[in-house]
């Protein structure tokens, strides 16, 4: 990967002060929003629970609902293609496009179609894929990486946009007025006419889907600006990357999704734009529609009988927006699409534990909880968290912290020898009088910014002891 | 034992009232007697019985968290055997409770020790966070103790989100005489400490706990109080490093303050 490890990430994104303003304001906004709205329910607990239920039973049986899908989707029309992993994927979704003798395609926002680095497949291929979602077209034409699931541009704010606008347009097809400025309105107004003119030019447009059902063989888009439904429908072919966790048993199903995604997501009652397409219809949007199913990691994600509940996510970042760690880091510090709280579980389980920063980033968390509650599909990231840590200490094993932990468990496993650390401990106290600790050699992280408590002269032990006896 | 539900204004010292066991926390032992103290005076002023079972040691956070599950069975081990046979065991730590809780089912399924397994369903239930044992099991909030200072409460994330003990502090702090309570802005945000977190991510605790004790001081409060002594000890070590003057004290020691013996 070649990533730093989180700690480092971290210590370098706590310097950009202008992106730790904006994300802070950023997530606290939606934060608020997405409280709100969720409050107004009385029946969310149960929602979550429908949720998880619907993405349970799916995952249970994944390769039945994945048979169905695609006997549904070819029985309407559409051509079914499978990936193992990145490679394959992108090589299926290079062929389709330069069989149609394009040299460009439109985009809808999708996180498996950034996960697998397909925008960087088809430019090798000599193909332009352009983003159309407003952030992401921010992201691509700022030259950046996205930094949140939803709001991948989080981490600017509207003077930068601006002048990427304004230097960046021109160079890839419609430029930005000369007198743009940084009033959202007049921001949205000149990405609506650079998108326009490559809607109505693109011959193939690209998707992902927030869900697939199994029953009727559709795939569902949920998105806000409408862009998503103009590559869905204008495009003379169609191809969707589609993660195979995607799937949903029925069409039934969608009802809870579409209550929880909406409100979690971006703290709206609903989604000002739902799409669904079920294969093709003569004369009626794409006239080739073809669905690529992606395993990529995920068949082994679900293998784990407590890992597999990662893949219920349904990507509605609710639990990035509430996590303090990624509200002090930003998204670029997990090294990877998936930041923020699902990021640390789902990316050392689809990638592994090897690389530097997989294996830091099951660490990246104070266990506060905060995520848990908010997913509306009831991950329990700390559990999984806590699960993963295993998993990197074992193979770091032997090593100076399980070393350090096997002593300190050696002298807890016992009260005489908890005793006899007390006695030492209550020396340094002794020693001390009541003045606090600057600097102790070994902890220099801790008291480098932090007091550290004196110890005191007598342990609670020794009190009982000399008050109450030992019985 | 007692669990009459009801709440008088100044809680007669009951004659024989329940017996409980003291689970002392390895980090409250070694670290802060005071709290522990301060939390066997107010029992025993609300008539219970409490017992320190000497044997005990530590509930194996510290190991779970960071990934060491397997060499906190012994300590679950250990814990079940010492508090076996208890009604009610007390601890002053939320994210010790929490982890008995919630974790040491979760260890005996790992290491696969049924038997240990069923003995930790038995015990991990009867054991309470302080305030959730004075309010549930005592029916108390009004603990007649006196602290006429200007005082906020951070609820710290594990008494929050994994004991759920709600406003179960703030009900015992409200009825203190004499008291000033102030809100917390922000109070529900992770103060950042986190275990080996702190030492771990060392630049993310800080920046966190930072902001921890700026909102702290923004209230002009006189003591800031918690009911985790690790967390207190994190925006304590912050707090003095910027010399803030603001006190820290732990939950117990607030409630087992009254008018004769004041803290
Ligand atoms: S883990 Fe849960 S909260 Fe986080 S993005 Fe996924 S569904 Fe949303």
Not at chain 2, 139 to 162: E, I, K, N, Q
Not at chain 2, 206 to 234: F, P, W, Y
Request: net charge negative; hydrophobic share 40%.
């Amino acid at each position: 990967m070649g990533m730093p490890a989180f700690p480092e990430a971290a210590e370098e994104a706590l310097g950009k002060t202008q992106q730790r303003h904006n994300l802070h304001h950023a997530t606290h906004t939606i934060r608020a929003k997405r409280a709100g709205v969720v409050g107004e329910l009385d029946d969310w607990q149960a929602l979550r629970t429908a949720g998880a239920d619907a993405k349970d039973e799916a995952l249970a049986h994944l390769a039945d609902y994945l048979e169905q899908l695609e006997e549904n989707l070819t029985a309407n029309g559409a051509t079914v293609h499978w990936a193992r992993d990145a490679e394959e994927a992108n090589r299926i979704v290079t062929a389709l496009v330069k069989a149609k003798e394009t040299d460009e395609v439109v985009k809808v926002k999708s996180m498996t179609t950034q996960e697998i680095e397909l925008n960087e497949a088809l430019r090798e291929a000599g193909i332009d894929a352009w983003e159309t979602d407003l952030a992401e077209l921010i992201v691509q034409l700022g030259g950046d990486l996205p930094s949140h699931i939803l709001v991948p541009a989080i981490h600017r704010n509207r003077s930068e946009i601006r002048e990427i606008f304004l230097r960046e347009m021109g160079q890839v097809g419609r430029a930005a007025p000369e007198d743009l400025t940084d009033d959202p309105a007049r921001l949205a107004e000149a990405a609506r006419l650079h998108l326009r003119e490559k809607f109505l030019r693109a011959k193939v447009g690209i998707s992902g889907a927030n869900f697939a059902i199994a029953d009727t063989g559709s795939l569902v888009v949920v998105e806000s600006e409408g862009n998503g439904r103009m590559c869905l429908t204008l495009p003379e072919t169609l191809i969707s990357v589609v993660g195979i966790e995607k799937v949903l048993p029925s069409w039934d199903d969608l009802a809870p999704m579409l209550q929880l995604l909406p409100r979690s997501s971006t703290g709206e009652r609903m989604n000002p734009y739902t799409s669904t397409w079920t294969g093709t219809h003569d004369g009626d949007g794409p006239q080739e529609v073809h669905v690529v199913l992606l395993d990529n990691g995920r068949t082994h994600v679900l293998g784990d009988s407590i890992g597999r509940q990662a893949l219920r996510c349904i990507r509605c970042s609710a639990c990035l927006n509430v996590c303090p760690v990624y509200e002090r880091t930003g998204g670029h510090a997990y090294g990877s699409v998936y930041p923020g709280p699902i990021g640390a579980v789902l990316n050392p389980q689809l990638r592994g534990t090897a690389s530097e920063v997989d294996k830091s980033l099951p660490y990246a968390s104070t266990l506060c909880g905060a995520c848990y509650e908010v997913c509306p599909v009831k991950i329990n990231i700390p559990e999984l968290l806590v699960k993963l840590r295993g998993a990197v200490a074992d193979q770091e094993r032997p090593s100076a912290e399980s070393a350090a932990m096997a002593a300190a468990g050696w002298v807890l496993s016992d009260p005489r020898r908890l005793g006899a650390a007390q006695k030492a401990a209550n020396s340094v106290g002794r020693l001390l009088g009541d003045r606090t600790i600057r600097t102790v050699p070994g902890m220099g992280a801790w008291t480098s910014a932090r007091d550290v408590p004196t110890p005191p002269t007598e342990s609670f032990r020794q009190w009982w002891a000399r008050e109450r006896g030992t019985q | 034992m007692s669990t009459a539900a009801e709440t008088t204004a100044t809680p007669a010292p009951r004659a024989a009232g329940p017996k409980v066991a003291l689970f002392a926390t390895c980090f409250n032992d070694t670290m802060w007697p005071e709290t522990l103290k301060a939390t066997v005076r107010l029992l025993e002023r609300l008539g219970c019985e409490v017992e320190f079972p000497m044997e005990q040691t530590c509930c194996g956070q510290m190991q779970t968290n960071t990934g060491y599950g397997k060499d906190a069975a012994p300590l679950v081990r250990r814990f079940v055997d010492v508090f076996d046979g208890y009604d009610a065991v007390v601890a002053p730590s939320g994210s010790c409770v929490g982890s008995v809780r919630e974790q040491h089912a979760t260890i005996a399924r790992e290491v696969g020790d049924d038997a240990l397994l069923d003995r930790v369903e038995e015990t991990a239930p009867r054991t309470y966070e302080l305030s959730e044992f004075l309010v549930d099991m005592l029916g108390v909030t009004d603990v007649g103790a006196y602290f006429p200072h200007r005082v906020t409460y951070h609820p710290t994330c594990h008494s929050l989100r994994m004991l759920h003990v709600g406003d179960k502090p703030l009900s015992l702090l409200r009825a203190v005489k004499g008291i000033d309570l102030v809100e917390l802005p922000g109070a529900e945000e992770c103060c950042g400490f986190g275990g080996t977190f702190a030492m771990k991510n060392a630049d993310v605790s800080i920046a966190m706990g930072a902001d921890k004790a700026r909102q702290i001081t923004s209230t002009d409060a006189e003591v800031v109080v918690m009911s985790d002594n690790s967390c207190l000890a994190h925006v304590g070590g912050l707090l003095s490093r910027h010399r803030s003057g603001v006190r820290r004290l732990h939950l117990a020691e607030i409630l087992a303050s009254t008018e004769e013996e004041q803290l």
